[in-house]
C-alpha cells in the first residue's frame, strides 16, 4: 500500500492537544471541527455539505479542514522530497513504495504502465482549495479573525511554494467554482511562485501587530525570494524574525498515522535516513550530529518555519556579497545559540578559505538544520541553477544499493487526482 496521507492539525488558538476524528474528501470538506470548547465533538452526517458551512460556526469548519489538510499535505511533501535526495532512503529495494523517487526515476507518469509519484500533488492542491474557501468564508462570516485570515492565506502561499521549489514546470493552479473544483491551465515555476508571492502579501496584510504569524509570513517570503535567487531581499524580509521562533505543523496519531518521519521509519520502516547515499549524500547517520532527529513519537511536529532558517538566509546574503566574515559568523552564532535553537554540542567550524567549500559549507550547515522539513529537494535544486553545480554533483548519484543505478529526475511530475491529464512543460532544476 502506498503510503503519502499524514493527516494532522497544528492547534494555533487550543493550547491542548487535539484529539478530534477528521474526515476529507477531494475537494476537502471536513467535520468535527468548531471551537477550542468542540473539540472532543464530532458532528454528523460525515460530510458536511456546503450549505451548512455558510455560517460563522461553518466558516471555523473550513478554516480548521484546511489547516488539517495542509498539515496531510506537508507530512507527504517530508517524505517524498527526503527520499529523492540524500535524506531519506527507501527500505527494501525495488518492492518499497519509495523506490522510483529513491532511485531518482520519476517519469512524468501518464503512461499505461507508470506508477504514480508518492509526490501529494493532489492533497497539496486540496490544501490550497480548502485554504481559499476558508478565506472567502471566514472574509464573510468572522473578519475580525484577521490573523487566521492571514495565516490561511500563508498556508496557501505556502502550499504554491512547495509546488514551485520541488514540481516540474506546468503545475496546473486547480480552483474552485460554485463548490466544484475545477483543474486551471499549467504554469511555469516562475509563474507560480509569483503567485505564491502575492499570496504572501495578502497575508502580511491581514496580520495583526505583535502576531506570530508575521514571522510565518516572513520566513516563507524570504524562502520564496532564495528560489527566485533574490538572497539580499530575503535577508532583509527575515532580519527581524527572532532566532527562537517557530511554526509546528502538529500531528496525533489518534486523527491518522502521526508525524510522518517517525511512521514511516519507525511504524511502517517504509524509509530510514540516509548516510553518503549515492556516493555524494551527506553522512546524516554517521556524523551523529544531534541536528538530524527523527523523533519516534507520532505527536511529534514537524518546523514548516523557523527562526533557524530566518539566521541561515542572512548567513547566505551574506556570502553572496562576498563578507566571509560575517557569512562564518552567522553560521557559527547560530550553531552555540543552544538555548534559542534547543540544539546542544555543536562547535564551531572553520573558514575552508576557497569561496566553492564556503557555499559547500553553507548548504551544508542547511542540510543538517533544516533535516526532515521538507527543504533539501529545493536547496538541492537551487545548488544547481543558482551556483552552477552540475546536477550528478548534488543528487544521488552511481550504483544503487539495491541494484541499478540512480536515475536522472531533480523534480516531480504532475500526477495524481488534479493532474486531469497534465504533463510537466519541462523537468530540470
Known sequence: ????????????????????????????????????????????????????????????????????????????????????????????????????????????????????????YAE????????????????????????????????????????AEDMCDGV?????????????????????????????????????????????VAVGSGRLLLALDSVSAAAAVVYSVPTGYRYPVQYSPTIGPGNPLAYDIYESQSVAVSDREGKNGLAFVSSNDPRVVADSSLGAPVMLASGVEARLIEAEEALA?????????????????????????????????????RVDTLFTERAFWLFGTGHRQADLRRFVRQYARPIESVFPTGPYQYGGYYGTAVDFPVTGERASGAECISRGP
Request: contains cysteine; hydrophobic residues 45%; aromatic residues 6%.
Open 124 to 163: 497539496l492542491q486540496s490544501a490550497r482549495i480548502n485554504g481559499l474557501r476558508a478565506i472567502a468564508a471566514l472574509q464573510v462570516y468572522n473578519p475580525t479573525m484577521r490573523s487566521q485570515i492571514a495565516e490561511l492565506f500563508a498556508l496557501v502561499a505556502y502550499a504554491e511554494l512547495i509546488m
Open 172 to 216: 496546473p493552479l486547480s480552483s474552485v467554482t460554485n463548490d466544484v473544483p475545477v483543474t486551471g491551465e499549467p504554469v511555469t515555476r516562475l509563474t507560480l511562485l509569483s503567485h505564491a508571492r502575492t499570496l504572501f502579501d495578502s497575508a502580511r496584510a491581514y496580520t495583526v501587530s505583535g502576531d506570530s504569524v508575521s514571522e510565518l
Open 1 to 120: 500500500m502506498r503510503h503519502t496521507s499524514y493527516r494532522g492539525i497544528r492547534a494555533t488558538e487550543c493550547p491542548a492537544a487535539i484529539h478530534v476524528a477528521h474526515h476529507f474528501f477531494i475537494i476537502g470538506f471536513a467535520t468535527g471541527m468548531l471551537g477550542c470548547a468542540d473539540l472532543t465533538k464530532v458532528s454528523e452526517p460525515d460530510v458536511v455539505q456546503p450549505p451548512a458551512l455558510n455560517s460563522p460556526a461553518g466558516s471555523l469548519e473550513l478554516r480548521a479542514g484546511a489547516v488539517g489538510q495542509f498539515a496531510n499535505a506537508f507530512g507527504g511533501v517530508v517524505i517524498a522530497t527526503g527520499v529523492l535526495t540524500d535524506e531519506l532512503s527507501a527500505v527494501g529495494g525495488s518492492g518499497s513504495q519509495f523506490a522510483q523517487e529513491d532511485m531518482r526515476n520519476v517519469p512524468d507518469g501518464l503512461s499505461i504502465n507508470a506508477t504514480p509519484s508518492t509526490f501529494p
Open 321 to 357: 556579497a562576498g563578507d566571509a566574515n560575517t557569512w562564518l559568523s552567522d553560521l557559527n552564532t547560530l550553531r552555540a545559540d543552544s538555548m534559542e535553537t534547543q540544539v546542544i554540542g555543536l562547535t564551531p567550524i572553520a573558514d575552508p578559505v576557497v569561496a566553492a567549500s
